[in-house]
């Protein structure tokens, strides 16, 4: 079609829209049964031109979209393969995803009932707490039927879902289903297949659900060589970590990188106050334990003695041009400060690959000739920068070299991007840093698809974080006003969870090694979970009390949760092979309510972890755990699992419920994994 002809097409499309949108007000009064226009002879015509204009409007309407797909050159769209569905319950398995089949379940029905719809939105979710509302639901109706609206096609919601649930295939995940409230179906699991997916669990133990392998490179950590290694890389450490061990989980090839920042103008300072003061650096290893002190040193006589600035900038360049003595005490200091990381990173058991901004220096070399033979740097007040949008001059441009010819952190991070897309051919590029990085985490990745860097599909996420704050809600300093250093932190971390232990008289109970262990994993686990479970786009609030109270949806109330759990199994005297042979022999049966919901809910850990693996907002996987532990403690007060006599004997056991107890602990065991926190089966 030709661009007259589409005008003409468009202009004759808005005059038709007009002329039904005159008419509404009549149609409207007649809706509402205002009766004034009946027996005007006019509103008969208007009418029948109405209807007139509809169907010209429709005819017209499809002809664009015709027109359109012939002359964007693309083939009619392929019709969307649909899923294959579950139809017997003997072939699903333990990692089934309840929340992906009902969805696969819902989007043949939506086809089906509406196959005009392009791409119909297939909303479900969890019903909530309410079991009148079923377990999931499906809330399609309501956008399905604005859809309609706007095709002209008269319907609400109620009718549509009704609609829907008439072409609903049947599935052996679904007992029965009803259409409630506005055009809401309530769907209701069937127990059977709950049944049989958790004794699969027991069997085959847990197994991640089925997802596409990616090469994942998540940057994290990333402190900087020398400054201080503050609360907030505390917090990109924890998030990181936990991010990882999630895609891990889900078998994804993930990249751990510390981007540590181990270049620029500040090691000439550096440099030249380790010339000074350890003259013989290179033959003795110099006592700067304390890189802290030493960096504020330096900088002191940076501002205050001209004539070490000067020597401390040649310091610069001569490190640059690889001098081996510059070289060889740049290499010194960063290995003085990776030592002090690496302490914090062994106690917390994180893994991560050191990959700072210095093994960059060639590739930035590289990338700033060919954004400058590209054409995409602009002079500015003898800067070379370069915007993400050069049209609009939308936020802020990167700085690419600066005016006395030196890089910056916005140079590294374009190297960094094209290595780890064209060199890791990494799909998934995720920065964790503190939420007010995001402007320059956008600016890269505007900047990298300009460039061609970036395509398609592939994007940077930015998982952004808020400040850590003390329990006064002001920036988390020491009593003292200084920044809080993070091995005093885990210090005293340490200190108050062992208080917290004897508090409850747990050194009575147990041993020496037990106790230490229970400290350990209280201290670590409570300040990772402290920072995991809050919307991390928040700021936060650092107490120590709030992380170690029993009570509440902190570490160590589930860490007791668990071990609580695990000692039902122990107390009754049943091995889990025993267990085992049961669930085989008999299989899973919930007689009471409470075992009811609490399989369900276990049910849902496949799909909570797809959901933390996209949306990278762990605190969900936290709500989760907590969820689980509340509801089994509601089970646990209703159903015995075990019946003694009067002398302690026990004279009946339910295994079921025991197996019940036994999953919970699985997947509770699983999620602190994922978390980072390490359990104990004593504490
Ligand atoms: N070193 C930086 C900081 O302390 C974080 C680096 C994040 N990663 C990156 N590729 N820019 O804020």
């Known amino acids: 079609m030709s661009d007259a002809d589409e005008n003409k097409l468009e202009e004759m499309t808005t005059k038709a829209e007009q002329a039904v949108k005159s008419l509404s007000y009549e149609v409207e009064m007649l809706d509402k049964g205002d009766l004034s226009f009946v027996g005007d002879p006019r509103l008969d015509k208007l009418l029948t031109e109405n209807e007139k204009l509809k169907h010209r409007l429709a005819i017209l309407e499809n002809a664009i979209k015709v027109e359109k797909a012939g002359s964007s050159g693309t083939a009619k769209k392929e019709p969307r393969k649909r899923p294959k569905l579950v139809t017997d319950i003997k072939s699903v398995e333990s990692n089934v995803c309840v929340m992906n089949e009902l969805e696969n379940v819902f989007e043949v029905a939506i086809a089906s009932a509406y196959p005009d719809l392009e791409d119909p939105p297939v909303a479900i979710t969890i019903s909530g707490n309410n079991p009148k509302f079923g377990d999931y639901q499906c809330n399609s109706a309501m956008a399905i039927s604005q859809l309609l609206k706007a095709k002209n096609i008269k319907t609400n919601p109620r009718e549509v879902a009704n609609n829907i649930l008439n072409k609903t295939p049947t599935s052996p995940l679904i007992e029965r289903m009803e259409v409630a409230g506005a055009g809401f179906i309530n769907i209701y699991l069937n127990k059977t297949f709950v049944e049989h997916v958790l004794s699969s669990i027991l069997r085959f133990g847990i197994k991640p659900p089925p997802t596409k392998r990616e090469k994942i490179v998540i940057d994290f950590s990333s402190p900087n060589i020398a400054k201080e290694m503050h609360v907030g890389h505390l917090r990109s450490t924890i998030i990181g970590d936990s991010i990882a061990r999630i895609l891990e989980y889900l078998n994804n090839d993930v990249l751990r990188i510390n981007h540590l920042g181990d270049w620029g103008t500040q090691f000439g300072m550096l440099i030249a106050h380790l010339q000074d003061k350890f003259p013989d650096y290179k033959t003795h290893s110099p006592p700067i334990s304390d890189l802290q002190a030493f960096y504020k040193e330096s900088k002191k006589r940076f501002d205050e003695d001209e004539e070490f600035k000067k020597r401390a900038y040649s310091c610069v360049v001569k490190l640059q041009s690889h001098e081996p003595d510059y070289y060889a005490a740049w290499q010194l200091i960063c290995e003085v400060s990776r030592q002090e990381f690496q302490k914090v990173y062994d106690r917390l058991d994180i893994k991560i690959i050191d990959r700072g901004e210095s093994f960059y220096q060639d590739r930035m070399d590289l990338v700033v000739k060919e954004l400058k033979e590209q054409g995409f740097l602009e002079e500015d007040e003898g800067r070379l920068i370069m915007w993400g949008n050069p049209e609009t001059h939308d936020g802020i441009p990167l700085t690419i070299v600066k005016s006395d010819g030196g890089y910056t952190y916005d140079t590294s991070d ?79 971390g340490l200190v108050r969870a062992l208080e917290k232990l004897i508090e409850k008289g747990r050194d009575q109970v147990l041993s020496p090694e037990e106790l230490k262990q229970a400290q350990e994993a209280v201290a670590y686990g409570c300040i990772k979970y402290a920072d995991l479970s809050h919307n991390r786009v928040n700021d936060y609030v650092f107490s120590f009390d709030k992380m170690l109270d029993d009570r509440g949806n902190t570490a160590v109330y589930l860490l007791y949760a668990l071990t609580r759990i695990r000692s039902i199994a122990r107390n009754s005297q049943i091995s889990s092979d025993t267990l085992l042979a049961e669930a085989q022999k008999s299989g899973l049966k919930f007689t009471h309510e409470a075992e009811w919901k609490l399989g369900k809910v276990l049910l849902r850990f496949p799909e909570t972890i797809l959901k933390v693996s996209k949306d990278l907002y762990i605190h969900s996987l936290c709500e989760y755990l907590y969820e689980i532990s509340a509801t089994f403690t509601e089970f646990y007060d209703k159903c015995y699992c075990i019946e003694k006599d009067k002398d302690s004997k026990i004279v009946k056991i339910f295994y079921d419920r025991l197996i019940l107890c036994e999953i919970t602990a699985l997947i509770m065991e699983k999620c602190f994994e994922m978390l980072g926190i390490k359990t104990v089966s004593k504490m």
């Open 414 to 492: 374009m190297a960094c991007i094209k290595q780890r897309v064209q060199e890791e051919k990494g799909e998934r590029l995720i920065y964790v840093t503190d939420a007010g990085q995001h402007t320059h985490f956008v600016t890269i990745e505007a900047c990298a698809r300009r460039a061609g860097i970036l395509k398609g599909a592939k994007k940077l996420e930015h998982v952004g974080f808020g400040v850590v704050l003390g329990e006064d809600k002001k920036k988390f300093k020491t009593r003292s006003g200084d920044t809080v250093r993070l091995v005093e932190l885990l210090n005293e």
